[in-house]
T-cell receptor
Framework: SAVISQKPSRDICQRGTSLTIQCQVD?????MFWYRQQPGQSLTLIAT?????????ESGFVIDKFPISRPNLTFSTLTVSNMSPEDSSIYLC????????????FGEGSRLTVL | GQNIDQPTEMTATEGAIVQINCTYQ??????LFWYQQHAGEAPTFLSY????GLEEKGRFSSFLSRSKGYSYLLLKELQMKDSASYLC????????????FGTGTRLQVTL
């Protein structure tokens, strides 16, 4: 498996502000993704984080709202911009580790509450 | 698009066997995954099926029928610690490991 460190683990944010979440992995990573899990819901894919280039966003998610960086293979950031209460959610970094069958490994998640 | 259905909640008794079903419709298929998620924690990988049949891993087994778009997760000798949500996820073809998750089944194990 892998150690996937996310920070912050939780935060309380004011409406209109932005917050950046960091994800650091200690293993050889082939793919990196950002998911959102709203209260009581399952996981929804926000985007694929591409090393050294713009992320690939899923339908309903845009770069202006969720800018993503991935400067190297094992590190990525997700910013939640101009937050509203609807952005209150758990944001999860997930990776595919080289040598595995393509299953996703997840970070512990960042629980954001927007007031 | 993809559609994945699971029961919302299930209850079972400690020591018993429980089967959690998952049906899916996807544009192409390249594997089905089961994850366990305890409240407040990240999902953890349980099993992977890409061919028809049963995969066994200790107390947990997972079955796949591609022609029926159907899978189940079988948990034997249930323990209280098995109380969690169980997520079915499908990897469509050509999606480079992107998984689409079902809504999850919340399992409550009782004495």
């Amino acid at each position: 498996s892998a150690v996937i460190s996310q920070k912050p683990s939780r935060d309380i944010c004011q409406r209109g502000t932005s917050l950046t979440i960091q994800c650091q992995v200690d293993s050889q990573v082939t793919m990196m993704f950002w998911y959102r899990q709203q209260p009581g819901q399952s996981l929804t894919l926000i985007a694929t984080a591409n090393q050294g280039s713009e992320a690939t966003y899923e339908s309903g998610f845009v770069i202006d709202k969720f800018p993503i960086s991935r400067p190297n293979l094992t590190f990525s950031t997700l910013t939640v911009s101009n937050m509203s209460p609807e952005d209150s959610s758990i944001y999860l970094c997930s990776v595919v580790i080289r040598g595995h069958t393509g299953e996703l490994f997840f970070g512990e998640g960042s629980r954001l509450t927007v007031l | 698009g993809q559609n994945i259905d699971q029961p919302t909640e299930m209850t079972a008794t400690e020591g018993a066997i429980v089967q959690i079903n998952c049906t899916y419709q996807t544009s192409g298929f390249n594997g089905l995954f089961w994850y366990q998620q305890h409240a407040g924690e990240a999902p953890t990988f349980l099993s992977y099926n890409v061919l028809d049949g049963l995969e066994e891993k200790g107390r947990f087994s997972s079955f796949l029928s591609r022609s029926k778009g159907y899978s189940y997760l079988l948990l034997k000798e249930l323990q209280m610690k098995d109380s969690a949500s169980y997520l079915c996820a499908v990897r469509p073809t050509g999606t480079a490991s992107k998984l689409t998750f079902g809504t999850g089944t919340r399992l409550q194990v009782t004495l």
